[in-house]
C-alpha cells in the first residue's frame, strides 16, 4: 500500500471516531401513578396460578364409587395428607376423590409416592377444566 492510501484509511478512521463520539444523547425521566388495586390484582393472581386455579393442573385421584363410600375416604385423606387439598367430585356416575392441585406433573408424582402407601390404586391424572 502506498502512503497515500494509509494517510487516506487514518485520515478517514479519526474523522469517523471523532464525528462518533461528538453524538447527541436525550435524557427524560418518566412517572407514572398505578392503581393500589393493580397490585392486589398481581398478588391474587399469583396466588390462583400457585393453587394451579388459572391454568391446567395434576390431581391424584384415590376413590371412584358411591357417596358414601367417597365421604368415608375424604374424611380419611383430609385427617392424613393435611399438606393437600381434598375434594369430592361428581362424574356420572360416580363420586370421586381427588387430593391436590399441582402445578406440574413432577411435583403430583411426588405426592403420589406418599399417597400410594396408603391408596395403592392412586394415579395421577390431569382434569379437564370446566367453566364456572
Not at 380419611?76 to 356416575?93: G, V
Amino acid at each position: 500500500m502506498s502512503r497515500l492510501t494509509n494517510f487516506k484509511i487514518i485520515t478517514t478512521l479519526l474523522f469517523t471516531l471523532l464525528l462518533s463520539s461528538k453524538g447527541i444523547a436525550q435524557e427524560a425521566t418518566v412517572t407514572f401513578e398505578q392503581d393500589d388495586r393493580i397490585e392486589q390484582l398481581l398478588k391474587e393472581r399469583k396466588r390462583l396460578l400457585k393453587n394451579g386455579e388459572l391454568k391446567g393442573y395434576y390431581s391424584i385421584q384415590v376413590f371412584s364409587g358411591e357417596i358414601s363410600g367417597a365421604q368415608k375416604i375424604l374424611k380419611n385423606c383430609k385427617s392424613m395428607f393435611t399438606d393437600y387439598k381434598s375434594q369430592i367430585e361428581y362424574q356420572t356416575p360416580n363420586y370421586k376423590v381427588w387430593i391436590g392441585k399441582f402445578r406440574n406433573q413432577l411435583d403430583a408424582d411426588r405426592a403420589l409416592m406418599n399417597i400410594s402407601t396408603e391408596y395403592e390404586g392412586a394415579f395421577v391424572f390431569k382434569p379437564k377444566n370446566k367453566m364456572k
